[in-house]
Nanobody, 117 residues
């Protein structure tokens, strides 16, 4: 059974930083694409950043230059370093994994990130 377990969310002031981690287990072959989505109250779930096993990366325009995604393929773990956080970054952040950037099959339980003004 595939499991994605996130950690690292919390409360931070505007301009602060947080680092999210997500470990994946239960897959014999691992995941080509791993990344992060977020969902704010009353809004749809949107892609934040996603990275393939080969290192191809996509970022949402709203986080470019502030967030950095990375992964450790040997550990099936993906990270999201979030700097210069803004109140509009407040959301539940979900770890995601799948066979391709456009084919996400698995989700974590979500971790809350709250940025206070």
């Amino acid at each position: 059974q595939v499991q994605l377990v996130e950690s690292g969310g919390g409360l931070v002031q505007t301009g602060g930083s947080l680092r999210l981690s997500c470990g994946a287990s239960g897959s014999r072959i691992g995941f080509n694409a791993m990344g992060w989505y977020r969902q704010a109250p009353g809004k749809q779930r949107d892609m934040v950043a996603i990275i393939t096993r080969a290192g191809t990366i996509n970022y949402a325009d709203s986080v470019k230059g502030r967030f950095t995604i990375s992964r450790d393929n040997a550990k099936n773990t993906v990270y999201l370093q979030m700097n210069s956080l803004k109140p509009e970054d407040t959301a539940v952040y979900y770890c995601a994994a799948g066979i391709a950037i456009t084919s996400i099959n698995y989700w974590g339980q979500g971790t809350q990130v709250t940025v206070s003004s």
